[in-house]
């Protein structure tokens, strides 16, 4: 891997990052396709021609179904989905915490029953890259534990340390992995995870910590998830200074068009969100003059696209009557539209955000898209 950082104004960083499966620019948000997928009928064509750089999938999903062996014998996620661009894999830990049930969480890993079947499985560190090696994914994330934000401080404070150990467990099984004759993507990147809720020097602490295991980039996890947006900033302006400056950093699971631009001014490169496709599945448009639902009456008989000046594929032909008709009766059409608007409205604003890092007017680019927002949320 490649990284170079080609500009900074204040803590927001301009870079390039080169990989085994093509070059990223960041800041990039990445597009989410949980189980390989966009749900939204959003095939990967879609999402090269709506400019995506990056596509995460999940590894719990993955694995729960069709099942990482399936994938592997396919040869690998970016052949089985058809995508040749640079894919991340969530470890699957934050899955493993939201959506099972009966979970018991040991040193060795956490037991835990499927939400789909109900079936047994266990996955710990070691688990987790395999079936990330398995997935032959570009970057894969270390397999960690997020507590909650408002979980007891002696709390995170175990988990803290146990996901520090377990990182370096990941550590050991990449190099490993990546040893090996058969494993498809020899040169599979390693992100670890700095967690902490919102106890500022707990992060501080993790963030140097693991700072000193040398990973290919690193993620701030664990945010987004309860905590005020202003207890968010705080985290990031603590935490991300102590994060090495020439690696990449990742925001997980951030967020609005406002988050993002605020995590950008605090040094982030990556982010992810299924606002973009979960919002647009529901009528919500996002425009930069706010967000639009487009079930509202007031749209029947508006004859313009979502966005005027916008190149999406839905806002180069259709228009906010004809898309409102669709999702009124529930035909899938109207969905894929929102879908398809909102993530090229967010790889858009990624790559206006980057445009602003390269002439030195990032500041300015900021103030004016937040001002833009406020004008019409939610109408």
Request: net charge negative; proline share 3%; with cysteine.
């Given at each position: 891997?490649?990284?170079?950082?080609k500009?900074?104004?204040?803590r927001?960083k301009?870079?390039?990052?080169?990989t085994?499966?093509?070059a990223?620019?960041?800041?990039?948000?990445?597009?989410?396709?949980?189980?390989?997928a966009?749900?939204?009928a959003?095939?990967?064509?879609d999402?090269?021609?709506i400019?995506?750089?990056?596509?995460?999938?999940?590894?719990?999903?993955?694995h729960?179904?069709?099942?990482?062996?399936?994938?592997?014998?396919?040869?690998g996620?970016?052949?089985?989905?058809?995508?040749n661009?640079?894919?991340?894999?969530?470890?699957g830990g934050?899955?493993?915490?939201?959506?099972?049930t009966?979970r018991?969480i040991k040193?060795?890993g956490v037991y835990f029953?499927?939400?789909?079947?109900?079936r047994?499985?266990?996955m710990?560190?070691?688990?987790s890259m395999q079936?990330?090696?398995?997935?032959?994914?570009?970057?894969?994330?270390a397999?960690?534990?997020?507590p909650?934000?408002?979980?007891?401080?002696?709390?995170?404070?175990?988990?803290?340390a146990?996901t520090?150990?377990w990182?370096?467990?990941?550590?050991?099984?990449?190099?490993?992995?990546?040893?090996?004759?058969?494993?498809?993507?020899?040169?599979?990147l390693l992100?670890?995870?700095?967690?902490?809720?919102?106890?500022?020097?707990?992060?501080?602490?993790?963030a140097?910590t693991i700072?000193?295991?040398?990973?290919?980039?690193?993620?701030v996890?664990?945010?987004?998830?309860?905590?005020?947006?202003?207890?968010?900033?705080?985290?990031?302006?603590?935490t991300?200074?102590?994060?090495?400056?020439d690696?990449?950093v990742?925001?997980m699971?951030?967020?609005?068009?406002?988050?993002?631009?605020?995590?950008?001014?605090?040094?982030?490169d990556?982010?992810?969100?299924?606002?973009?496709?979960?919002?647009?599945r529901?009528?919500?448009v996002?425009?930069?003059h706010?967000?639009?639902n487009?079930?509202?009456?007031?749209?029947?008989?508006d004859g313009?696209?979502?966005?005027?000046?916008?190149?999406c594929?839905a806002?180069?032909?259709y228009?906010?009557?004809?898309i409102?008709?669709?999702?009124?009766a529930?035909?899938?059409?109207?969905?894929?539209?929102?879908?398809l608007?909102n993530l090229?409205?967010?790889?858009t604003?990624?790559?206006?955000?980057?445009?602003?890092?390269?002439?030195?007017?990032?500041?300015?680019?900021?103030?004016?898209?937040?001002?833009?927002?406020k004008?019409?949320?939610?109408?």
């Amino acid at each position: 891997m490649k990284y170079e950082v080609k500009k900074m104004e204040g803590r927001a960083k301009r870079a390039h990052m080169e990989t085994v499966h093509g070059a990223i620019e960041t800041p990039v948000f990445m597009n989410v396709g949980t189980v390989a997928a966009i749900k939204g009928a959003v095939s990967t064509e879609d999402l090269e021609t709506i400019g995506t750089q990056v596509e995460l999938s999940n590894t719990y999903h993955l694995h729960v179904r069709p099942g990482d062996e399936v994938v592997k014998k396919m040869g690998g996620l970016h052949k089985f989905m058809s995508w040749n661009r640079p894919i991340l894999t969530d470890s699957g830990g934050f899955q493993v915490f939201s959506l099972a049930t009966l979970r018991k969480i040991k040193e060795e890993g956490v037991y835990f029953n499927s939400h789909v079947d109900g079936r047994k499985i266990f996955m710990g560190p070691e688990e987790s890259m395999q079936i990330q090696s398995n997935l032959a994914s570009t970057i894969a994330m270390a397999f960690d534990e997020c507590p909650s934000s408002r979980a007891e401080r002696s709390y995170v404070e175990a988990s803290v340390a146990r996901t520090t150990r377990w990182l370096a467990r990941c550590k050991d099984k990449m190099a490993e992995l990546n040893a090996r004759e058969d494993t498809i993507n020899r040169e599979q990147l390693l992100f670890g995870i700095n967690q902490g809720a919102v106890f500022a020097d707990i992060r501080i602490d993790h963030a140097k910590t693991i700072a000193d295991m040398e990973l290919d980039g690193y993620a701030v996890g664990g945010l987004a998830v309860g905590e005020t947006h202003e207890e968010m900033y705080h985290i990031l302006e603590e935490t991300v200074p102590y994060l090495p400056v020439d690696k990449p950093v990742y925001l997980m699971g951030v967020g609005t068009p406002e988050n993002i631009l605020e995590g950008i001014d605090r040094g982030v490169d990556f982010f992810d969100c299924v606002y973009p496709s979960r919002n647009g599945r529901h009528g919500h448009v996002y425009t930069n003059h706010g967000k639009l639902n487009l079930f509202n009456a007031k749209f029947e008989l508006d004859g313009r696209p979502i966005e005027e000046g916008c190149s999406c594929p839905a806002c180069r032909r259709y228009s906010r009557a004809y898309i409102r008709h669709l999702l009124k009766a529930k035909e899938m059409l109207g969905m894929r539209l929102c879908v398809l608007h909102n993530l090229y409205f967010y790889n858009t604003l990624m790559a206006e955000a980057r445009e602003a890092l390269d002439a030195g007017e990032y500041s300015r680019y900021k103030k004016e898209k937040l001002e833009g927002f406020k004008e019409n949320a939610c109408s």
